[in-house]
């Protein structure tokens, strides 16, 4: 059976900054028609920054839309054209105030293919090395943690490390 949808119809509901909310008509494989509200977003990079072979980074950031503060690795959006290595060195000084000449492509998860196309790229970085001291955007506020990787499994299986990026990136590491 083929499952793909025929999109009829697509109208641009919302053009934000870091996505845009389009409302799709589609046809379904049994011939009768559907909406979707899809989210997109230029994608992502995330990235496990090893201080050293024992002890990995963590950003600490307040998330609005859930209302608490999330422990997750260094990750932000990719700009429209930017290349997925220069999003994630970019990102990792913006966010660690360090930065890294081995970075290492891990692969790319989907993170909620429900209702938004965006797809996050994981990296990994080793041999760190001081940058900016500056942490985060103008508008980000950000408290750095280091964490034993010997202890990030434990985190992620009592709930201290909740955030789907961060999960996925220690599956693939």
Same mark, same amino acid.
């Given at each position: 059976?083929?499952?793909?949808?025929?999109?009829?119809? #697509?109208?641009?509901?919302?053009?934000?900054?870091?996505?845009? +909310?389009?409302?799709?008509?589609?046809?379904? $494989?049994?011939?009768?028609?559907?909406?979707?509200?899809?989210?997109?977003?230029?994608?992502?990079?995330?990235?496990?920054a090893y201080k050293d072979e024992h002890t990995v980074l963590f950003v600490e950031q307040y998330?609005?839309? !859930?209302?608490? /503060?999330?422990?997750? !690795?260094?990750?932000?959006?990719?700009?429209?054209?930017?290349? #997925?290595? /220069?999003?994630? =060195?970019?990102?990792?000084?913006?966010?660690?105030?360090?930065?890294?000449?081995? *970075?290492?492509? *891990?692969?790319?998860?989907?993170?909620? $293919?429900?209702?938004? %196309?965006?797809?996050?790229?994981? +990296?990994?970085?080793?041999?760190?090395? $001081?940058?900016?001291?500056?942490?985060?955007?103008? %508008?980000?506020?950000?408290?750095?943690?280091?964490?034993? =990787?010997?202890?990030?499994?434990?985190?992620?299986? %009592?709930?201290?490390?909740? %955030?789907?990026?961060?999960?996925?990136?220690?599956?693939?590491?």
């Amino acid at each position: 059976m083929d499952l793909t949808e025929k999109t009829l119809s #697509v109208k641009k509901i919302y053009e934000g900054k870091i996505l845009d +909310l389009e409302l799709v008509e589609v046809q379904l $494989p049994d011939g009768k028609s559907s909406k979707r509200e899809i989210v997109r977003h230029n994608g992502a990079v995330a990235i496990i920054a090893y201080k050293d072979e024992h002890t990995v980074l963590f950003v600490e950031q307040y998330r609005k839309s !859930i209302e608490k /503060v999330l422990l997750e !690795i260094p990750a932000g959006k990719i700009e429209k054209g930017e290349d #997925v290595m /220069v999003c994630a =060195a970019r990102e990792l000084e913006e966010e660690t105030g360090y930065k890294s000449d081995n *970075l290492t492509y *891990l692969g790319k998860i989907v993170a909620s $293919p429900g209702f938004c %196309d965006e797809y996050i790229h994981i +990296l990994k970085a080793e041999e760190l090395y $001081p940058g900016d001291e500056t942490l985060g955007d103008e %508008d980000e506020f950000i408290g750095l943690r280091e964490i034993k =990787a010997a202890d990030v499994k434990s985190m992620i299986r %009592d709930g201290r490390i909740e %955030d789907a990026k961060t999960i996925c990136a220690f599956m693939m590491a």
